[in-house]
């Protein structure tokens, strides 16, 4: 498989630069949910195992959209991070893309997801093609889907985030998603 590379998004809300969180980043301490006393406004949030992507075109009333931060390939630092995905070498490249979800226009929600490149010589490579559409509804489009433990970690002062490893088609991918607590408001 060749890797091309894909040219970088920044989205531009109100002139400034939205940072996405990245799942590698040392600032987070992901931990199983039941290891964290988490506010109960947070719960059904971060403990809902079906499609994120669901559950916010429901809250949103069918006004949800997907607004791409950044696409690239990248490696990963952090051994502990790329055991996640099983015996992968240092150099591993892996398929990076950071999103914004938005509900109503409002920003409700930002996600990470990182795929290996092994991954995308599978029927997996089509999300490298998704752009503005879910990865949730094409992720949770496959009734072969299989998701293992879910880690919560908090998120700036009053917020989480939540870090999911999928397999579909045999092959892993990882998300993240870090709410925002304009999530909460309505």
């Not at 390939?73 to 914004?100: C, D, H, Y």
């Not at 870090?178 to 999530?183: D, K, Q, R, S, W």
Request: aromatic letters at 10%.
């Amino acid at each position: 498989m060749t890797l091309s590379k894909k040219p970088s998004v920044t989205p531009q809300s109100d002139n400034k630069a939205v940072e996405i969180p990245d799942i590698s980043s040392s600032q987070f301490c992901w931990k199983p949910a039941e290891e964290y006393t988490v506010a109960d406004c947070w719960k059904s949030w971060l403990h809902d195992p079906g499609s994120l992507t669901k559950a916010l075109v429901l809250k949103s009333d069918n006004q949800f959209e997907v607004e791409v931060a950044d696409e690239r390939w990248m490696t990963i630092e952090s051994a502990k991070l790329r055991a996640e995905f099983g015996p992968i070498s240092p150099n591993q490249k892996f398929w990076s893309r950071k999103v914004i979800l938005r509900g109503r226009g409002i920003p409700w929600v930002m996600a990470h997801t990182l795929l290996p490149a092994h991954s995308l010589e599978s029927p997996l490579r089509e999300v490298m093609e998704l752009e503005s559409k879910p990865l949730g509804a094409y992720l949770f489009g496959h009734p072969e889907l299989i998701r293992t433990g879910m880690d919560v970690t908090p998120f700036h002062e009053d917020s989480w985030g939540r870090r999911s490893l999928f397999f579909l088609f045999g092959k892993p991918v990882m998300v993240a998603e870090f709410f925002l607590p304009e999530i909460l408001l309505d």
